[in-house]
Structure formats: structure tokens, C-alpha cells
């Protein structure tokens, strides 16, 4: 409580400092499990469509609630982990304890490895579903039927492989070797020489994927406008298949 009571009396453009970098690593904390949560829903929507389609609201509202609860416990283990007063508060550092930055870091590491292992299992999976082309599934109750828009699916699963490319270089790759670094060789070349690289190449990372995303699906949108996997669908409900 001391330290949180120290910070509240720094000048107004070191609070903004302290407490826009405590929230950036708060949330740090958070990104890991909710990439984790979209990896997980891409595969259980691929692998298991019909119970998927029962369980993406309860899955939508746990990945925001744990993530959400990890956000505020972060940001609240932050403002109050008593630290020695440093001569000056400069940056989130100076007032955070190391340690706890340390141990999150290792969490989002384990977490973009699960990350990563299920990408690579949901490309697996679309690969040999693309491969299957039209399919019909036959339950106990209903007749689900699966007409593929190829090209279309083919691009998605294209542009899952290149999010997992782009997440290994820009985000695992400097994450792996700033830990191999530090804990292994005990050098900070990476932080001395470069700065936080490892947030720097995260946010290109974050704006790379959006600007695929945005160029090659409204690219394969624009090349079949009439022929969504959902207007499939739309049609093959009004002739009873």
C-alpha cells in the first residue's frame, strides 16, 4: 500500500508513465491466454462443428471473463507489490517489483508455445478438411451438410499459416531469445542494445495480421461474392438438403 500511496504523489507525467506501463503489462499478461482462446475456437469449430455451435457462446464468455480477471488481478498486483523507493520513478521498472515482471514473462512464453502447437494442429486439420471437398454428416438427429467454397476456404487456411509464420518471427522468435539471454547467459545485449524490442515487434506482429487480414479476405470476398460457405448453406436450407 506504501508504494501505491508513493506513486499517487509523483508529478502528473510520471503517473501517466507508471500507470499507462503498468497497464500495458497487465494486459500483457492477458494477451497470451486470449490468443490462446482464438487458437482453440478456430480448431473446436473445424474438428467438432455441431457441439461448437452449443458451446462457443459459454467458450466466448469464459476466454473474457479469465482474461478480463487476469487483466485487473495483474493490474492490481502491480499498483501494490511493495518495492524500496527508488531515487526516481522513470519508467513501469522503477516501481514494479522484477521479479513479477520476470514470472509474467514466462507465463505469455508457455502460452504462445500452447498458442502455436494448436495453430499448427487447426492447419493440419483444415488442410485434410479442404482436402475432403464436399461433405455430408449424417447424426442421430440431423443432416448437416457441408458445401466447401474452395477457393475461399483455401485462402483462409493460407492466411492461418501465415499468422503463425508471422507470430514465430515477430513475436515467439525475440521473445525465445530475449528469455535464452537473460536467464540462460544472463547478458541484457537485447535490452541494452535494441530497447524493449520484444513489445515493438508485438505490436507490428498485431498490425501485420490486421493488414492481412484485411487484404486477403476482402480479396477472396471480392472474388466469390456469391458463393460464401453461409449462402451455401442459405440455399441448401430452402430446398430441404
Given at each position: ?32 491466454p486470449?490468443?490462446l ?40 498486483v502491480?499498483s501494490l507489490y ?5 531515487p ?33 494442429a ?18 442421430k ?16 487456411h ?10 514465430c ?13 537473460e ?15 520484444t ?6 506482429y ?6 492481412m487480414y ?13 458463393n460464401?460457405?453461409?449462402q451455401?448453406?442459405e ?7
Amino acid at each position: 500500500m506504501e508504494s501505491f500511496l508513493t506513486c499517487l504523489c509523483l508529478p502528473l507525467e510520471k503517473q501517466v508513465a507508471l500507470w499507462s506501463g503498468i497497464s500495458l503489462f497487465s494486459l500483457h499478461t492477458a494477451i497470451g491466454p486470449l490468443d490462446l482462446f482464438v487458437a482453440l475456437d478456430r480448431l473446436l469449430a473445424l474438428t467438432c462443428p455441431l457441439k461448437y455451435r452449443v458451446i462457443k457462446t459459454k467458450l466466448l464468455v469464459a476466454s473474457l471473463t479469465i482474461c478480463t480477471s487476469l487483466y485487473i488481478s495483474m493490474f492490481l498486483v502491480y499498483s501494490l507489490y511493495r518495492r524500496p523507493k527508488p531515487p526516481a520513478i522513470i519508467k513501469t521498472i522503477d516501481f514494479v517489483n522484477s521479479q513479477l515482471m520476470e514470472a509474467d514473462y514466462v507465463w505469455n512464453m508457455v502460452m504462445i508455445m500452447m498458442n502455436i502447437l494448436i495453430s499448427v494442429a487447426f492447419a493440419v486439420k483444415l488442410k485434410r478438411f479442404l482436402s475432403s471437398g464436399a461433405t455430408i454428416k449424417r447424426t442421430k438427429l440431423v443432416f448437416v451438410n457441408v458445401l466447401l467454397d474452395i477457393p475461399y476456404m483455401a485462402q483462409a487456411h493460407t492466411i492461418v499459416l501465415y499468422q503463425i509464420v508471422l507470430e514465430c518471427i515477430f513475436w515467439m522468435a525475440p521473445s525465445l531469445t530475449k528469455v535464452i539471454m537473460e536467464y540462460g547467459f544472463h547478458k541484457k545485449v537485447i535490452v541494452i542494445k535494441a530497447g524493449p524490442v520484444t513489445l515493438t515487434a508485438f505490436m507490428v506482429y498485431v498490425a501485420t495480421c490486421s493488414v492481412m487480414y484485411w487484404r486477403k479476405l476482402s480479396r477472396a470476398q471480392k472474388e466469390t461474392p456469391n458463393n460464401t460457405l453461409f449462402q451455401q448453406r442459405e440455399r441448401s436450407n430452402k430446398i430441404g438438403i
